[in-house]
């Protein structure tokens, strides 16, 4: 088995218009950045993109919003230190919003991962974010219904990666990537090393490789507050 | 000429259909004997539900590690890309979808697809283990069984009178006799012992075998 | 004498209740300053929404790793003892009720114990990150505020008018006058600076000040 | 910060009559031998006990049945290669079985561990183990609702453990005992070894020490396979 494909082009080649797209990371940290800058090279149209924030700066998901093309984004918190580009689509009716709580948001991701279609949780009860969902009660508490959430594609960032898509992640680098991994019908992974199979002790193994797809080896990866304090921009 | 196939012939006839770079999770007893027939050249990687993928074969007596087990509680050992999860990751590996093929065996299946593996009925204690999981979520649940009962009588059936594991879930059952599909709520006849004629072989299935295509002879080499 | 607190001296005061041992979580921004005022003697392990317990104060600058950050995006360090784990963990934490204290901001904080804190209108970009699930699970919700808006409203109301982040979820409420607690509906009175005068203090405060018990005065060192 | 515990029968002493306990492994692998022991020792009586398994032989959760301490039992399997303490209790009509599906009991686990009080899951629909349940439909395809498990105690066994709690494990002994450590409100770990902290690299985690009450050290923990093969009996 070999999952290992040569260059991120390649790898971010099958998603076609309208897909949807999970993207791993939570601001910067995590974020499969040379991943994103491909698809924007690509350039489908009308992507659904799921992922914690809407991007910061001009690159990586801000870039990709930037571009015109995302029509769809599911977030809990599109604000950063630099969200012109999101806010200014959003206020101008140019793309689409679906806000979810941070936690509600993980456990969706990972009920589609897991074939859970529908859980309940406290989390937003009685809040304008519960409108239109079903309630119920368990021991005399009040839960909000949520469903699950899946997708076409992940984009995520790992630090290991073997031939059998096996995975770990640099430190709180991995948020929502092992989750995303779960949940998409293909999962393709940048990490910065490609080592031979068994090289990953299989206890320290974080996404088990049945969640992967494709795995492509970008040593030293940007990070995205690097990125921005340098004022950079893509393309 | 072959009048019936043994357990390991039944066995290896279902290897056959394992896809290079398959994910696969074998039930516990007659289907594990699948993983030693995989077709030189296709790899697949077996999950048990234990929390272990890449596992290989049982290591040599006296070799044994006790936390490294199957779901049958057996030894094995691991093959290079292994990697261990808790239990609840090991079934959102089965319910959602992940692995390629479940086969497992069967005390019934009926033509609906619907499986009856896991209990004979109220008396004794009864057990499920991981059954009712794996017949949802993998791409293909297969089953592999004898043609018929200890005592000759169907094993695939109009409708399951023993205690269902699923619902519709069997995709296509491997016999001792035979190959056959199960499509929109028919059993669909693909191969079978060509020392067996078709009247025998319906005689010993408790619903009808639907032949809208050609039917390929069950060749199975000695084992 | 003191009229009012800063917010380093609210975030002290809210320190001192943190028991040790505690795990703790603190909303972006202001809560964010509990952390360094943490009695001595009493250890408080912090944890964060995207996947860190045991994370410590911010490197020195040039010294940041960003794939090492907290829930605002700041970069922090690790204690001894620490921990990484996914986001669904994280907030299995959150909302199993595993954490002793969440320590949140507010715009409104109703007798009721409802919370407003994530949204200010229609208006803009609406975000609300992780602290609708915050206010579920942990122990203890604990909100710090300046006791009135910037133009002198009553942030203490009888029922909050901004959309809610919970519905009866705050347990105590520490101000810039005042420390609150939220019992059976109603706001009860615990410390208050001496400076303030009880009937002042109620003026400012959009329902009732229940006294059931002593106030004790609000002492606060100078920060 | 201090978890550790310098015995397992200090550990166990606050488990009173009536306790619900879930103890992990699976089968043998990963089982909290010495834990069970000093349960036994201890003695508390209608114990709601939550295992994969029925146990084996007559040592570990075998011999807490034999001890007539458990007056019920949650769980998947309860067969083994030597059942024979909890059958004949079991067709006596001295031990109450609640069967679960191996899934669900891991989900209904880990949902009580993430605050998650119910969720939908096709496993099940249509049996017996369905019955009295609620069924629901989601894009057309029907799931049994499940509800959360949690317990007063968890017994586990790790490999490292340090003294915030944070723990690993060996191999396969990993299976529900980090589900279990989330859903106790007491969970007790014995581990092979207590490091100090910050010996345990904090990628390597399994179990963040949040979710643990109590560690122990167990050197050379005993594998229930080996006990039994030596027909060993406790006490």
Same mark, same amino acid.
């Given at each position: 088995m070999d999952k290992t494909i040569a260059s991120t082009a390649e790898a971010v080649a099958p998603i076609r218009d309208g897909a949807t797209v999970m993207i791993g990371g939570f601001g910067g940290s995590g974020a499969p950045i040379e991943l994103i800058h491909a698809l924007i090279d690509h350039g489908p149209k009308n992507l659904t993109v799921i992922n914690n924030n809407a991007g910061n700066g001009h690159v990586g998901l801000a870039a990709l919003i930037e571009q015109g093309l995302v029509s769809k984004l599911i977030c809990s918190f599109p604000r950063s230190a630099d969200p012109k580009v999101f806010t200014d689509l959003y206020l101008a009716g140019g793309i689409e919003l679906e806000l979810v709580p941070q936690g509600t948001l993980a456990e969706r991701i990972r009920a589609g991962g897991a074939g859970i279609p529908a859980f309940y949780t406290p989390t937003g009860f009685g809040t304008q974010l519960a409108e239109g969902k079903r309630i119920a009660e368990f021991e005399g508490r009040s839960y909000v219904q949520e469903r699950w959430l899946k997708a076409d594609f992940a984009l995520i960032k790992g630090e290991l990666g073997d031939p059998y898509g096996n995975l770990t992640y640099r430190m709180a680098g991995r948020n929502f990537n092992p989750l995303m991994a779960m949940a998409a019908a293909n999962t393709i992974a940048q990490v910065s090393r490609i080592v031979p199979a068994g090289d990953i002790d299989p206890e320290a193994v974080i996404t088990p490789g049945i969640f992967v797809q494709s795995v492509i080896e970008v040593p030293r990866p940007a990070q995205e507050e690097v990125l921005n304090r340098e004022e950079a921009a893509y393309p | 000429m072959t009048r019936k196939l043994t357990n390991a012939q039944i066995a290896w006839r279902a290897a056959q259909d394992i896809a290079d770079g398959a994910y696969v999770n074998l039930g516990i007893g007659f289907p594990e004997m699948v993983a030693k027939f995989q077709p030189a050249g296709r790899e697949a990687i077996f999950h048990t539900e234990n929390g272990i993928l890449n596992f290989g074969e049982a290591p040599a007596p006296g070799q044994e590690d006790w936390d490294l087990i199957n779901a049958g509680k057996k030894a094995v050992t691991l093959k290079p890309g292994a990697a261990f999860f808790h239990h609840a990751d090991s079934f959102a590996m089965v319910r959602g979808g992940h692995l390629d093929v479940a086969i497992l065996g069967a005390y019934q299946v009926a033509e609906n697809g619907d !499986?009856?593996?896991?209990? +004979? *009925?109220? &008396? *004794?204690?009864?057990?499920? $283990? $991981? %059954?009712?999981? !794996?017949?949802? *979520? %993998?791409?293909? @649940?297969?089953?592999? +069984?004898?043609? @018929? +009962? &200890?005592? $000759? &009588?169907? &094993? !695939?059936?109009k409708r399951c009178s023993l205690p269902l594991t699923g619902v519709g879930v069997v995709t296509r059952i491997y016999t001792s006799l035979a190959v056959i599909d199960v499509e929109d709520g028919h059993f669909v006849l693909r191969e079978k012992l060509p020392a067996i004629p078709l009247d025998e072989l319906q005689a010993l299935t408790g619903a009808e075998l639907h032949r809208p295509g050609p039917i390929t002879d069950l060749t199975v080499p000695e084992l």
């Open positions: - | !499986l009856a593996n896991w209990s +004979t *009925g109220p &008396k *004794g204690v009864p057990a499920v $283990g $991981g %059954a009712m999981d !794996l017949v949802h *979520g %993998a791409q293909r @649940v297969a089953v592999l +069984t004898d043609h @018929v +009962t &200890k005592d $000759g &009588k169907p &094993k !695939l059936v």
